[in-house]
Every structure is written in structure tokens, then in C-alpha cells.
């Protein structure tokens, strides 16, 4: 994180700040321009790093992405090309002195930039994109230790390098002697993760543009009793939202490369905390490590999982109130709300997209646990661990499975992982049964259970007699007790306060939520139903109903939704239509006055005005959000055809294998707002009361009475509008 004072931070969490951006935009010429909020358009500052995603992965060189838009005369007339921004955040405390937070230098990217008459749209790259080059034959040919490697890839592509041998000593690999020479290895980028993938760290791009190679575990403080060092902590008043993992994974089992071979291997550290579990990693294969023998690669691969196996990672996703000086791999302490009040909850950043004056998104990414391990299951030999992909270990299992199910008295928070029967059936127990008493967790078939809370059961045919609280996966199961939750179909459910996604159910009891179709329901105050409306001729006309003694609200099968009456903050009736031109640089349109050609539209000019792009319509049309437009046979009127049974027909043109994208998330589609209030992007010109018409989909002061009313001015550079 960058050095701040708390006065900065006790600033973030307050109800007001003052706070400005200070930049500029050098060209190659060596002439500048000033950035500031004077110029800057509303809302269009955005920063994104990224160590990774939504999976968990250690090795990773990503590049940063700045955007922002600024108004400027004859943007047309400037050229792009080598131009670079640097950019600054200032934030006045109350009652202290001004603090900077510089974001960094960043790269334009001329082709993704747009120039339009008065305004520049600037999508820049930090120096990470300097390493985007095929390597020379002369960096082929060097060898050394991974910060050598690193140092040389800096040089050739002319980026300053933090990384000294001194600064890995910690980090596991660090004295291992490498080569570049693998064919695998294209780029200097390429070079620069696979020596971070080694180590057991990240490459990324510092605020001053040189680059750094940060390690993929905690800080700790030492001592007797060591502690994580957190670079600062997140109150609940600072957040719009947050999301934590119940658990806290470690990466206990490993998967990876030994020359050509693969090899599982298994960490002897063991978590004593009850919220911590294990999770498996798979590295793949190192092309640094191509010329190394077996041996070699296996204490590589040894050293990598016994740097990080105890490093316990909790996933976190938070929506804050924007705060620059966080940096990837920051540790963070979360406090409060809706989070543990009394020891907080700890995430390492893994990405985040920082918005000027808006919210920012953190995410802290944790590797997926694998559930327990079997006691005594590691005595037979090397632990089989499943691939990735698969999630997670349900089983290690023996040389010679025996028949059935293991542990018939399991105790209390136990789990029972089956071997399998024969050959025919993996993780299959034939008639067992188990008094479980609490906190069990059950994997296969044929299950029954007596007597067993808080358990999770999965597979098919399971049932349960005087069990409550329990987790159930598979088909045709037959629960009786409370407050079950069950997925799958053809269940038989009876209790009170039961969740219940399936098809063909049975429900008895008071107080269930069902969601599906085809079901039985006997209850009162149940969501599908509500309390008291006649569910046979409800069911008899809709897929979901609720209300109190009659239908409030109530859905058809082919989606038609019937209800009392609808509200919303929205303040607009919009459709989806297309562009013209495809918005071929996803340029960011909102707010721009359209009109249409034929049936797409284009940036309006004069009092022509069809619609504006909209932001947050109250209702919306054209949407197509769940599926394509033509996945169901229709006819020319829209109104889809169904088979003899009354189910959906299938369009011919529909291919099930090719992913859909909605529209909302397509560049060539913008919802325009027909009618209602709505938000535009004017030239200053427009007055309250007045009219709008429009030059390049940018409003101007109109002479006459056009379909575009000005209600006020929001600030320099947009005002609310009336469409009628």
C-alpha cells in the first residue's frame, strides 16, 4: 500500500471528502495537457489491476488499465501515437495538510483510444505492455537465477527492475540456475511470469513504472507467537457491500510437473483452526525448468508447496468507497458489519477497479477447498489427487477398496468419504445406514440416516428420518423433520422452514420456499403459494404464484409476469437497439442523444432525436437478457409456438453448444431511452426550461421546442433531460 497517514484513511471512511485528480498527457512532440476535474468528464476515471481473477492463480504478469475521458478542443487533431499519462490523486483531511497518491505512468493505446470533436477517450496500459515483444536470440542464451533472468528481460525492453537476488532470498527457487532457451517462452513476458510462477510470486508494475515481484503469502511479523502484517483495516462504515468464504483454504496438495511426468505431492502441514481447509493446486509445467532432471524439478516443486502450504487464504469481495493507495497484494483487515466484529477477517487483493468519485471493487481471491481427508488414508502411499478442474478431493483412496461405506459410528463433525463396490459404481455404499449424531457430511448413495443434524448428503436415493438442517444433493430423496435444504428432483420433503429447487416434489409443512415446476404443495406461508390462495387453480395457470389469500404477483411458463403493481428508482422507458457503426471500440456512449437509421441507431445531429443511452431504465425492452431472441420458434408476431405438451420449440437456426452473450454486455447494443427523465452529455449551453438538439450526440442549446426538455443542470458537462 502506498504510504498514506491515517489522517488519509480516517478521511476515506467520512461522509464528505475533498478530494481532486491532477494529470497529464505528453505526446511524442513533447507537448502536454493539463488533466484536472475541470476537464475531466464525469465518472470516467477507472483504474484495473489484476493479480487474478476469479480462480486463484500464483505466477501471474498482468497489466494494469487506465481509463478516463477529458474534454479538449480539436481532439481530432491530436496524435496519440507514444503518448503516455501520468496521473495523480490528491485527498484533503480535515484539519491536515493535502496527501498525493500517485497512480502511476501509463501508456496510451492509439487504436483503443477514441478521438472525438471536443472530447478524448484515453485507454492506457502501464509498463507492463513493454514486455509484449518476441525475445532476442541473445536473451536465449542467458542463464542465472530467476531475479538474473527477470533483470535481463528489464533491460532489453528498457523497464527499470526492482528485483536484486537479495529480495528473493526468502521466496523459494531463488538460487535455482534457469535458461530461457525453451521455445515455449515467446515474449519477455512470458519470461518474466514463468520466473514468478518459480518463485512463488507475482511480477507487477510499480507506481513509479519499474517492476517488482511480490511474494504470494503473508507478511508476519516475528516473535514468539508471529502475526500478519496488514497493510490497513476496512471498517464496515467504508463499505457498500462484502461477501466473505465461510472457510480459509491452504494449498495442501500439489500437482505438477517432474520433467515429463506428473506428480502429486502432499504437504504434512495440517491446520488446527476448525474454519481453515485444504485445497489442491496444479502448476503447470515451469519451460524454465525444460533442461532439468526429474530429481531437480522435484525439489523445486517441494520447496514451491512447503514455502505457501500454510498460508491460509480467505476469499473476500468488497465494494468500498474508492481508495488508490491500496496495491496488489495488499493484506487487508476486515472489520464490522457483516463480517466478523470481534477478530476481523483478513484478504490479500488480487484485483480490484478503482472508479474516481464512485465505488471501488476488491476482490480477494482464495484457492477452492477440497474437503477432509480420511484418517490413516496416506499410509498406503502417495495421496491421488484429482485435477483442478474437478474442484475438489472426495476421496484418497486404498490400494484394494473394500466393500461398502467406512466409519458406521462417525461421531461428531465427521465425514464419511466412500470407497466403491465392485467395479461398476465410484462412491457407492449399498444399504448402509448410519446414526450420525451431528455435523456429518456424507458422500454416495442409499444413504439413510437416523437422527442426523446440520449433515450434507450427496448422491441419489438418500433418506433421512428425524434429521434437521441438512445440505441435500441428487434425486428421488425422502426427508422428513425441518428445515431441510434439497436440490434435484422427484424429492419427498415434509418439516417446517425447508428450501426446495427441483422438479416433480412433494412438500408438506409450514413456511417452505420452492422453486421449480410440477410440484405438490400442501403449507401455509409458502413463497409458491403464499398463505391461504387456492393452489390447485393457481398452479393449474402459472409456474410461480405468491400472494396473501389471493395472487399478488404470479408468472407464466413462457414468462409473462402478472402483478398488482410495479415500482422502481428508474426513471426512464428504454429499449435495446443496435448501432450502426457496432461500437467497434467499445467506446463508452452513455448519455449521447441518438437517432435512428432504419433500425439502428447513430449519434444525432440537429433535432432529429430519437432516444438517449441510458443508464438505469425503469423498464426495458428488447432485452433478451436469459437467452437468444431466436432460440424458440415464433411466429411473425413474436408470440412463440409450443408442441402438443406445451412445451417450447426449438428454432432450427438455435445452436445449443455456442455460448450466448446477452446484449447488455455487447458493445453493439446500448439501451435508449425513449421515454422519461433521463441524463446527457451537453457543451454547457443547455438552461433549465430550454431545449435540447443535438450536434454529434452531444446536446446544445436548441432555438425551438424540440421532444428534449432540459429539467436542470447536473454540473458543467450534463444536465437532466424530459424526453416526451
Known sequence: MYNVGQDYIDALAGKTRTDRIEGTLTLANGSSIAITDENLVRDSLSLSKELCGEQYRVGTFNTACLKLSFFIDDALGIDLTDASVTMSYFLTPEDAAEQQVPLGTFFVDPILSIRRKNILNIIAFDAGVKFDREVSDNFRTITGTPAQIISAACTYCGVTTAVLPASLDEMPNSDIIVSAADKQIQTYRDAVMWCAALVCGYAVIGRDSALYLIPAIYSVSGGVRPSIITS????????????????????????????????????????????????????????????????????????????????????????????????????????????????????????????????????????????????????????????QSAKRIDAIKTPEPSAGGVGEDLGNRNENFNTYTGHQWANRIIDEQFDCSDCCHLEGELNTLRNCDYTSVGGANNAGTNDSYSIVHGNYNTFSGGRHIIAGSHNNVSGDGNTVAGYGSTITGDSNVVAGSNHTVGSVGALVCGCGVDATRAAASYVFYAGNYSISVAMTSNGYVFATAYNTNGADYAEYFEWADGNPENEDRRGMLVSLIG??????????????????????????????????????????????????????????????????????????????????????????????????????????????????????????????
Not at 487464504?313 to 496495491?327: C, F, N, S, W
Not at 471493487?361 to 490413516?376: L, N, Q, V
Open 599 to 724: 433500425d439502428k441507431i447513430r449519434p444525432a445531429d440537429g433535432d432529429g432525436i430519437d432516444g438517449v443511452i441510458s443508464v438505469r431504465p425503469s423498464v426495458c425492452g428488447n432485452d433478451c437478457q436469459l437467452n437468444w431472441r431466436g432460440k424458440y420458434k415464433t411466429d411473425v408476431f413474436g408470440e412463440t409456438e409450443q408442441d402438443a405438451d406445451g412445451r417450447l420449440i426449438l428454432a432450427e437456426e438455435y445452436d445449443k453448444d455456442r455460448e450466448y452473450i446477452p446484449r447488455s454486455r455487447r458493445p453493439e447494443w446500448s439501451p435508449v431511452g425513449l421515454v422519461g427523465r433521463l441524463v446527457i452529455t451537453d457543451d454547457g449551453s443547455c438552461t433549465a426550461g430550454g431545449h435540447v438538439t443535438a450536434r454529434n450526440g452531444i446536446g446544445h442549446k436548441a432555438e425551438c421546442t424540440t421532444r428534449v426538455k432540459v429539467l436542470k443542470r447536473l454540473d458543467d458537462t450534463h444536465v437532466e433531460v424530459l424526453v416526451r
Open 232 to 387: 490497513r483495516t476496512v471498517t464496515a462504515a467504508e463499505r457498500q457491500s462484502v461477501y466473505v468464504t465461510d472457510t480459509r483454504a491452504y494449498i495442501k496438495y500439489l500437482t505438477a510437473y517432474a520433467g515429463d511426468d506428473v506428480v502429486n505431492y502432499v504437504s504434512s502441514f495440517s491446520a488446527q483452526d476448525e474454519q481453515a481447509s485444504p485445497a489442491s493446486y496444479v502448476l503447470e509445467k515451469n519451460p524454465l525448468l525444460a533442461d532439468k532432471e526429474e530429481a531437480e524439478c522435484e525439489t523445486a516443486n517441494e520447496e514451491w508447496l512447503g514455502y505457501i502450504d500454510n498460508f491460509m487464504q480467505r476469499g473476500v469481495q468488497a465494494r468500498i468507497m474508492g481508495d488508490p493507495a491500496l496495491d496488489m497484494g495488499d493484506a487487508l483487515m476486515f472489520t464490522g458489519g457483516d463480517v466478523d466484529q470481534r477478530t476481523g477477517i483478513i484478504g490479500v487483493v488480487t484485483s480490484y477497479e478503482w472508479r474516481y468519485r464512485n465505488y471501488h471493487d476488491i476482490r480477494c481471491t482464495a484457492a477452492e477447498c477440497c474437503g477432509s481427508i480420511a484418517p490413516g488414508s496416506l499410509s498406503g502411499g502417495a495421496a491421488s489427487v484429482r485435477p
